[in-house]
């Protein structure tokens, strides 16, 4: 098993930034990716961003493209993910994930992620 724990958070006004931190632990030499999800209030989960873990190649989307930046720190297992110039539409609840394996673009897909951080609280202020 892998434990994610999630830190940062709270409450941001608009226009400035954040940095959230997710802490693997337990079985992460079957880490092959993580990502980041995010799910507003009445509004489904969603896809934010992943970094492959050997790689550290990143996919973002579309509505964080450029202002989003995730990162991992190889020695302890953690990935982080940096927001500037939030908005009020940023409102969310973030979880990390990880996944032992995906193909293509499953990346942006729940379904192909085992474990999940407890998530944590972005309310940007407008």
């Known amino acids: 098993q892998v434990q994610l724990v999630q830190s940062g958070g709270g409450l941001v006004q608009a226009g400035g930034s954040l940095e959230l931190s997710c802490a693997a632990s337990?079985?992460?030499?079957?880490?092959?990716?993580m990502g980041w999800f995010r799910q507003a209030p009445g509004k489904e989960r969603e896809f934010v961003g992943v970094?492959?873990?050997?790689?550290?190649?990143?996919h973002y989307a579309d509505s964080v493209k450029g202002r989003c930046t995730i990162s991992r720190h190889d020695t302890n297992d953690t990935m982080y993910l940096q927001i500037n110039s939030l908005k009020p539409e940023d409102t969310a609840v973030y979880y990390c994930?990880?996944?032992?394996?995906?193909?293509?673009?499953?990346?942006?897909?729940?379904?192909?992620?085992?474990?999940w951080g407890q998530g944590t609280q972005v309310t940007v202020s407008s």
């Open positions: 970094i492959r873990w050997i790689s550290n190649r990143t």
């Open positions: 994930a990880s996944t032992r394996y995906f193909e293509g673009s499953e990346y942006s897909s729940q379904a192909h992620y085992d474990y």
């Open positions: 337990g079985r992460t030499f079957s880490i092959y990716a």
